[in-house]
């Protein structure tokens, strides 16, 4: 079903590069950009259907699984409580469409996806870079005003922002000159700034993601016997160790060691005990619904109840919060039936990643994998469409040459 002719190749390509800028649009547009997508994708596949074709659309129904339970719990939800259960799975339902549309497009055009990779890395370095400077701009001495501002001008919570920005790093680290820019070394002054830019947002979790990126990278590239990826690697790490002595990120970087050095009363209500405060409401949920959940909707008033009565317990005020663990998120709302499917999804994308020894897809892997352990990345559209689109592109690309395409 591969496409034919110069201006058909055209729309394919336009159509990748629409997909990967609308990361760095409002979410309306790109929801409007994966409708219409989603229409021109699904006129294309009619036009080209074989006697085959519903053998084919398997592998994009199991890779969307995860959402027909939303559709379960519809009959498990109170009525006074469907409008809140259609907030979630209409945020949800790019879980399950999207798999359809990164299918169609890698089985009619595969070449598209790291061809227009620029169309993702520029805007969103861009935009990343703005927010950066304007926050800047205003004076704030701490990572906290900088974190709120950043997300009140960008309209992305900077840990969102900063999983674009390692997954720009990746594309740069693996194919920066040939997919992004002409010259080594605009390449390299593009991948520092993106640097900097991800330790202004100060987010712990991706601060992580950055040095397993750097490490895979490192192992990977030592093994084809490349050993400027040792160079790379100090550099990132160097920036990385300069922020715990730099003043505006030493706090955030010291949360991390307080985490295993002293309890949530000792250390105060900060991001990491408010998580330890959150992981011992999971459990206690757990302890009673874990065996088939709670569905996304109640799950919800639980927790708020919890923190109310941590609250008047501790003299803390606290306002509504999540699991901030997209696997227990799984597990509460779904039970252990929900937490399978979802975890059977994830082993097919390694499956797939290491079986073609797919370097970038393995990053990518990484930084959902990872940021999913503090953040429910499938509850908010940012999230949800990082997963399904990225996953689902990189699941059904063809096993590139490994001398070009690591």
């Known amino acids: 079903m591969q496409v034919k002719g110069k201006l058909t190749a055209a729309w394919f390509d336009w159509t990748f590069r629409l997909l990967f800028l609308s990361f760095a649009l409002p979410a309306r547009m790109q929801t409007l950009i994966l409708f219409v997508t989603s229409v021109f994708v699904g006129i294309h596949c009619y036009q080209h259907r074989t006697s085959e074709a519903h053998k084919k659309i ?6 969307g699984t995860p959402f027909l339970f939303f559709l379960i719990y519809f009959f498990l939800t109170p009525t006074a409580s469907l409008h809140a259960w259609w907030k979630y799975t ?15 497009l890698m089985n009619a055009y595969p070449q598209g996806l790291r061809k227009n990779l620029s169309w993702y890395v520029i805007p969103l370095c861009l935009q990343a870079l703005l927010g950066a400077v304007l926050c800047w701009y205003h004076g704030f001495s701490n990572a906290v005003d900088f974190r709120i501002y950043f997300e ?26 040939a997919a992004c820019f002409q010259k080594k070394e605009i390449t390299i002054f593009v991948s520092l700034i993106t640097g900097v830019v991800l330790i202004l947002l100060a987010s712990k979790i991706i601060w992580v993601v950055v040095a397993l990126i750097l490490l895979v990278y490192l192992l ?5 016997k490349q050993k400027q990826a ?11 160790v300069v922020a715990w002595f730099i003043p505006y990120t030493q706090y955030r970087m010291q949360e991390l060691v307080v985490m295993f050095q002293s309890n949530t009363e000792q250390s105060g209500l900060n991001t990491v005990s408010l998580r330890k405060v959150l992981l011992q409401i999971d459990y206690n949920i757990l302890q009673t619904y874990g065996l088939w959940g709670i569905g996304p909707v109640q799950l919800q008033a639980e927790i708020n109840k919890q923190l109310l009565f941590y609250a008047s317990a501790t003299g803390i005020p606290i306002g509504s919060y999540n699991s901030h663990n997209e696997y227990l998120n799984q597990w509460l709302c779904f039970g ?3 937490l399978l499917v979802f975890l059977s999804t994830l082993f097919l994308y390694w499956k797939k990643a290491i079986q073609h020894q797919n370097l970038l897809f393995i990053l990518v892997l990484v930084i959902v994998c990872v940021t999913m352990l503090t ?9 949800v469409v990082f997963y399904a689109l990225w996953l689902g592109l990189f699941y059904f690309e063809r096993k590139w040459p490994s001398k070009n395409y690591p």
């Open 58 to 63: 398997i592998k994009p129904l199991l890779l």
């Open 90 to 104: 209409e945020r949800s339902l790019a879980i399950f469409i999207v798999p359809f549309i990164a299918y169609g």
């Open 152 to 177: 009140t001008i960008i309209g992305k919570h900077p840990t969102y922002m900063g999983m674009h920005l390692a997954m720009v790093l990746s594309i740069l680290l693996i194919h920066g000159k």
């Open 220 to 224: 990977y590239q030592l093994k084809r």
């Open 230 to 240: 040792l160079l790379i690697f100090g550099i990132g790490m160097l920036l990385l």
């Open 336 to 338: 252990i039936p929900g």
């Open 375 to 383: 953040e429910n990345i499938l509850t908010r559209q940012h999230g």
